[in-house]
């Protein structure tokens, strides 16, 4: 038996792969992201969300702001750094 090796790039629209799916599949997926309960919050009482924007506005002032930093906040976040 022959075997070949390929390495393939793909683009990949997240969007229309969302599109595509079926709504059981939809459902399957948001509970894979989703954390519900007790774990969706800090031990402060504060979401993720207040979390992240508050470290969000902390960032933003620090002169020069981290090139890596800028990049966590723009996929935690989908704010870019100004």
């Known amino acids: 038996m022959n075997s070949v090796t390929m390495t393939v790039d793909a683009e990949i629209d997240l969007d229309d792969l969302i599109g595509n799916l079926s709504p059981i599949s939809r459902e399957y997926?948001?509970?894979l992201l989703k954390v519900e309960g007790e774990a969706a919050?800090?031990?402060?009482g504060r979401t993720f969300e207040?979390?992240?924007e508050a470290a969000f506005?902390?960032?933003r002032?620090?002169?020069p702001v981290p090139p890596a930093l800028a990049?966590?906040?723009w996929v935690v976040h989908?704010?870019?750094m100004s």
């Not at 919050?41 to 402060?44: I, K, L, M, N």
């Open 29 to 31: 997926l948001a509970g």
């Open 41 to 44: 919050r800090a031990p402060d």
């Open 50 to 52: 207040q979390i992240i």
């Open 57 to 59: 506005n902390e960032v």
């Open 61 to 63: 002032t620090m002169s």
């Open 71 to 73: 990049d966590l906040f």
């Open 78 to 80: 989908g704010r870019a």
